[in-house]
């Protein structure tokens, strides 16, 4: 299980050559929580449904309430949906075979990793 934590938030793939397969944008106000997300943007990834992603298991790879908290928790009282979350930086991991990056304005990428 490989984790990057990044405090600077970057448009460009986890690893140079990776090449993008899916994304999905993420609002803590709408009905999607984080967990969810993650899974439904591996699973568009994969072209299967959201329940056909199963093991391993999400949590065995990343902290999602960590990730809400560090990424999206706005403890100031504002709107967590309009907070400026761009800057917050991003979360890279690996998922299912994927590298995955979650972004502080909401935006999970899933990308396919090339080996040499």
């Keep these: 299980?490989?984790?990057?934590?990044?405090?600077?938030s970057a448009d460009e793939p986890p690893?140079?050559?990776d090449r993008l397969v899916s994304q999905f944008h993420y609002d803590p106000s709408e009905t999607y929580d984080l967990t969810a997300a993650i899974v439904k943007a591996v699973a568009e990834a994969e072209g299967v449904e959201i329940t056909s992603v199963s093991e391993p298991y999400l949590y065995d790879s990343v902290d999602?309430?960590?990730l809400e908290n560090i990424l999206?928790?706005?403890?100031s009282g504002t709107d967590r949906a309009n907070a400026g979350r761009g800057?917050?930086?991003?979360?890279?991991?690996?998922?299912?075979?994927?590298?995955v990056t979650v972004d502080g304005d909401?935006?999970?990428q899933?990308?396919?990793?090339?080996?040499d």
């Design 1 to 8: 299980m490989s984790n990057e934590w990044n405090t600077d």
């Design 15 to 17: 690893l140079g050559s």
């Design 64 to 66: 999602t309430a960590a």
């Design 72 to 75: 999206f928790d706005d403890s």
């Design 87 to 99: 800057d917050r930086g991003n979360a890279r991991f690996s998922y299912h075979g994927y590298a």
């Design 106 to 108: 909401g935006w999970i």
């Design 110 to 115: 899933v990308y396919e990793t090339q080996s």
